[in-house]
């Protein structure tokens, strides 16, 4: 299949009152070079809902599910559910932004991390590891109708 490409002309005036310009034909090519096929899609839909679904079980404090792959979340019997009813109130789409909690401009992975780390005195968790993708694929998606507004509270 053939990449989509998009042109723009740029046309630059150089020095003042000379009259010169530098004319360019700039040739963009777009973020995929292919457009996704149903069945493409259909294999990266299958896939993030079973992160979805990993996320979850850690989100509601599965412990066979944290055992399986290796973290600890929580040293004092609670989950993130106990404070954030089925991830309604995790607010990712404010995120990046400053957190108050930590004093500093954090990401949705840093306040995770803060909340299993301080009120949950668990381990952190691997900033790129399983259990904090699948942890981010449930609370992105439990927020999926909600608008980007990143920096807000």
């Given at each position: 299949m053939r990449a989509k490409r998009s042109s723009c002309l740029l046309l630059a005036g150089i020095g003042v009152g000379m009259g010169l310009g530098l004319l360019a034909w700039i040739d963009w090519a777009s973020a995929h070079k292919a457009e996704h096929t149903p069945e493409t899609l259909k294999a990266f839909e299958q896939i993030f809902m079973q992160q979805v679904e990993i996320g979850d079980l850690l989100f509601h404090g599965d412990k066979a599910t944290a055992d399986k792959l290796g973290v600890n979340l929580s040293n004092t019997g609670m989950a993130c559910a106990m404070c954030h009813p089925y991830a309604s109130d995790t607010h990712p789409h404010e995120f990046p932004k400053w957190q108050e909690q930590m004093s500093k401009f954090a990401t949705l992975r840093d306040m995770i991390n803060w909340c299993i780390e301080k009120p949950n005195q668990g381990e952190v968790l691997d900033i790129d590891g399983p259990a904090?993708?699948?942890?981010?694929?449930?609370?992105?998606?439990?927020?999926?109708?909600?608008?980007?507004?990143?920096g807000t509270h």
């Open positions: 904090m993708k699948a942890l981010e694929a449930y609370i992105y998606w439990s927020n999926r109708n909600s608008p980007l507004r990143p």
